[in-house]
């Protein structure tokens, strides 16, 4: 148990926060729907605080210099609406600590009410159900069950299982994240941070791994000259204040800007002003900002070309849907998408990282039906299916137990979309899942070091073979599998790094090897595996 933290222990401890954030960063922005759903807040707040840790140089270790340098740090660095308020938390939790060379349980809690405080004051009309409550319900439990014995570990411990308890109420102060169906984006960004530092002090290793960065382009042909403007710009911007321009008084110009748009979110320091502001006319927010100095950095987007540009990922029937229950399929690959929406589904998902419970809600809107069967393709995506389930209360749900694209592949064909009896549906599907038989291969490093490389072929997690040349190890698979299962249809999935000749030649083996079966081909531009091949 650690009773007390010097500098060099609170910079681990922020380092180890940023890496466990960098690691949940994509599932905290699937969960961002308030104010804007623009899908930003872990990557904000992973940006804000890993800015702010590197700009703390390393020759600093004791307490007081570490956090006063990481109080100044993070506030400048402080990007969106969720890293300006997390600056602010921080910076109140730092500058309290940095009255001392060490830190014991006392003098932590009283950082995390300063913390509280300064993110409050920030936030022009402060809004319970997000990041702001989740602190501030931890920081009054910590502090409620104090005891002078406490170490360092009790209380990180305490305020976690509280910002928990917290963050899980949120839907229920906010109507927004109840329909979502989700929690708090910026909340769950708080819980993941003090994670990351009970690791560090548990002596849990967490990998450092390269920030998250955004790396995919927005599609700016989403908004044209018939979109509906709605979400208005998100502004920022970094101001240095002169004395050669008007007076400035810090109250009066949050009262402006709160006049000015909406989402306000400030921060004062020395000769430097930090806004966010969400606005449909930035123009008049810079005229007025700039009378009192001008601009070190201005970032002006558009929040429904953010917004649209998230939504575009579930693809829709062109046909409306007369029949009595509707489709909902999840679909890794753009191609895939496109193909199940041919094959009859009213609605896919399209996702990169995972399907959130919000994706699978925003899609049982869209098909506008009473009841939906739902193919989550992925042993990740059942669970926020079944989350997804239970809280949409406008149709039935049904959730097959499809853990990959070819079951789904394999099932579509044989619904019945015009039975009005689902259960018979629902139970033709797992029939068909049922006796489907499905074969991965995969590229991994040998453990023998002689080989240069190993192809395995896997069936769940059993392992069925194992070669050194991807064809042989395919080939010699099939085969012992037609051998062994009475199956009459083989169905090949691939992706772009397998070169049409090698499908080619693969397929010609089998027909050519004596066996009474069908191959088909279906080509995918992404695939988990190299190659992933159905038998039914």
Known sequence: MIQKIDGLCFKNMVDYGVRNLNKNCKTINQLNVFPVPDGDTGTNMLTTISKGLVSVDSSLTDLSSVSKKFAKSIVFEAR??????VSQFLKGFSETLGECDEADSALLIAALEKGVICAYSAVANPVEGTMLTVVKDATNAVKKLYNENQSIDDTINLFIQYAKISLDNTPNLLATLKDAGVVDSGGAGIVCLFEGMKKYLDGDN???SETTQETTLTDYSLFNKDSVFEFGYCTEMLIQLLNSKAFFDYEEFKKQLDELGSS??????????????????????LSYCQQFGEFLTLKIENMTVQHTDLVKNILC???KNDGAFAIVAVAFDRAIQNLFIEMGADAVIYSEDGVSTKDYIDAFKKTDAEEIIVFPNGNDAILSAMQAKNLYKNANIHVINSKDIA????ALPIIDFESTDIQSVVDGIDETIKNLYVVSFIKRKPENENVEQAFYALHRKE??????VLDETVFETVKKTLETLNKDIVTIFYGESIPEEFIENIVSRIENSG?????YTIPTQTLPSLLTISFE
């Open 80 to 85: 969106g609406n969720s890293g300006v308020i």
């Open 515 to 519: 066996f009474c079966v069908d191959v």
């Open 407 to 410: 079951e789904c592949y394999a």
């Open 206 to 208: 967490i990998e450092i």
């Open 264 to 285: 306000v979110v400030t921060t004062f320091d020395s000769d430097k002003v930090r806004v966010h502001i969400h606005t449909c006319t930035p123009s008049d927010v």
């Open 463 to 468: 392992i069925l073979g194992i070669g050194s």
């Open 317 to 319: 029937s062109p046909e």
